[in-house]
């Protein structure tokens, strides 16, 4: 098992993303912005009535709302919200009775998605600062989970699973979109800290991946691949090439 410094991991990850927030026109391995969007299959109707400066700095990977089924009055957990996208459609979907949390480690990110909840009046919705390995949230409260292009940051990654099967109430819905690859990574690149931060590095083995989100205790319900998505770096397009690297979204529950 590769050992990785995980508090440089994360400050590297912090950095990456502040630049994500502050810089959203900058270059970076992977697309970003509205355009990104709608390519994955977020529908027009719901990014235009969120915050327009939310989708500039968005870096997902996948939609998975369709998955999610969000219903109004419903409580939500947003794990690594960045600058708040997933977070006000989901807010939208639960309406002015449901709860969205959004959390998040990047103090850059936090500032401007609170600002933007601010400005556009959505009270429904909480942004908060934490890490996904440790959920700052008591046990069975949310009735779903979603998280977009994150997990594959963290080197704790069956830590994470767990701790989202803690918050989610019997019966929950865990719905994301994430990198995976089909090929074991070499530890030249696991070991890259760039390379991970760039989301490429940290990627699990799909079926290994999966076997964390079981292991938590939740059963895996659909599994989709995003073609749509690609990085646009070479490198990053190297490391698809030769080790699988995709993006899936994925539905799993609570029993």
């Known amino acids: 098992m590769v050992q990785i410094d995980t508090k440089k991991l994360q400050n590297k990850v912090k950095e990456m993303y502040k630049a ?42 996948g939609y998975h709302f369709d998955m999610a089924d969000i219903k109004p009055g419903e409580t939500v ?36 998605a609170e600002e933007l909840k601010n400005q556009a009046g959505f009270s429904n919705i909480i942004f908060k600062k934490g890490y996904i390995e440790t959920l700052p949230e008591e046990k069975e409260i949310f009735d779903v989970v979603i998280s977009n292009g994150v997990i594959n940051l963290s080197a704790e990654k069956e830590k994470v699973f767990q701790e989202i099967a803690r918050v989610l109430k019997k019966g929950g819905r865990l719905a994301i979109s994430d990198i995976v690859t089909e090929k074991q990574l070499t530890e030249k690149i696991v070991c890259d800290i760039d390379i991970w931060a760039s989301c490429i590095g940290g990627a699990a083995q799909e079926d290994t991946y999966k ?27 190297g490391a698809t090439r030769d080790f699988g690297v995709k993006s899936i979204s994925l539905l799993a529950k609570k029993e």
């Not at 964390?212 to 770096?233: D, H, W």
């Open 20 to 61: 994500v927030a502050e810089n959203p026109q900058g270059k970076f391995h992977f697309e970003m912005g509205r355009a990104l969007a709608e390519k994955l299959g977020y529908p027009k109707a719901d990014l235009d009535r969120i915050p327009t400066a939310s989708t500039e700095s968005f870096a997902g990977v």
């Open 77 to 112: 957990l947003d794990l690594g919200s960045g600058s708040g996208m997933d977070t006000f459609i989901a807010g939208l979907k639960t309406g002015s009775d449901g709860k969205v949390v959004g959390l998040d480690m990047t103090d850059e990110q936090l500032s401007k």
């Open 211 to 237: 076997q964390y989100i079981q292991n938590a205790g939740l059963e895996i319900k659909k599994v989709r691949k995003n073609s749509q998505y690609s990085f646009l770096s070479k490198s990053a397009q």
